[in-house]
T-cell receptor, first 116, second 113 residues
Framework: DGGITQSPKYLFRKEGQNVTLSCEQNLNHDAMYWYRQDPGQGLRLIYYSQIVNDFQKGDIAEGYSVSREKKESFPLTVTSAQKNPTAFYLC???????????????FGDGTRLSIL | AQSVAQPEDQVNVAEGNPLTVKCTYSVSGNPYLFWYVQYPNRGLQFLLKYITGDNLVKGSYGFEAEFNKSQTSFHLKKPSALVSDSALYFCAVKTGGSYIPTFGRGTSLIVHP
């Protein structure tokens, strides 16, 4: 079955440490996204990418970095500059070409990041 | 700019009663509207969408939504709620000019036995 896989499910970060969240999709979608979810705040867009080797900042990119070396993969690094990283992180993908605007996003099951 | 409002943080309904979760939007141009559901510690799951045509759209798990252009609303409805419908519901909007959706803040639906 096609879908999006996020790993790990739970992640703990020590002070001053960078951590990387994995996101892989086998839906052949061109666009991928990272969202941060905090209670009562809905989804906030961190980064998005429409094509390989290109990505754009979303609304809350500070303290985060991404790469898009393969169409299937869009890892997110939470750097030590992100002072409040505790949140639920969701990866999504979608089509953008053709009827892509009409199509919903597909989401992974998230990674919950906490500070030790 | 596009925006979505879900005016209720929480909706409570008794099992077997009809439910409505409200959503209003603001866009330039024609809206593409979506509803998603999120269960605890899971990702969002797509429920239904409005692109064009019939204002009443039907989706998964018996949910439906009505598009009202004059009121710029896209309320989610179900004739008879189930306890298992208890979850967080998100409304989202896109336009033809952008493939990136704007999400509402979410509404927590609690169905009481």
């Amino acid at each position: 079955d096609g879908g999006i896989t996020q790993s790990p499910k739970y992640l703990f970060r020590k002070e001053g440490q960078n951590v990387t969240l994995s996101c892989e999709q086998n839906l052949n979608h061109d666009a991928m996204y990272w969202y941060r979810q905090d209670p009562g705040q809905g989804l906030r867009l961190i980064y998005y990418s429409q094509i390989v080797n290109d990505f754009q900042k979303g609304d809350i990119a500070e303290g985060y970095s991404v790469s898009r070396e393969k169409k299937e993969s869009f890892p997110l690094t939470v750097t030590s500059a992100q002072k409040n990283p505790t949140a639920f992180y969701l990866c999504a993908s979608s089509l953008t070409s053709g009827t892509g605007a009409y199509q919903p996003q597909h989401f992974g099951d998230g990674t919950r990041l906490s500070i030790l | 700019a596009q925006s979505v409002a879900q005016p209720e943080d929480q909706v409570n309904v008794a099992e077997g009663n009809p439910l409505t979760v409200k959503c209003t939007y603001s866009v330039s141009g024609n809206p593409y509207l979506f509803w998603y559901v999120q269960y605890p510690n899971r990702g969002l799951q797509f429920l239904l969408k409005y692109i064009t045509g019939d204002n009443l759209v039907k989706g998964s798990y018996g949910f439906e939504a009505e598009f009202n252009k004059s009121q710029t609303s896209f309320h989610l409805k179900k004739p008879s709620a189930l306890v298992s419908d208890s979850a967080l519901y998100f409304c989202a909007v896109k336009t033809g000019g952008s493939y990136i959706p704007t999400f509402g803040r979410g509404t927590s639906l609690i169905v009481h036995p």
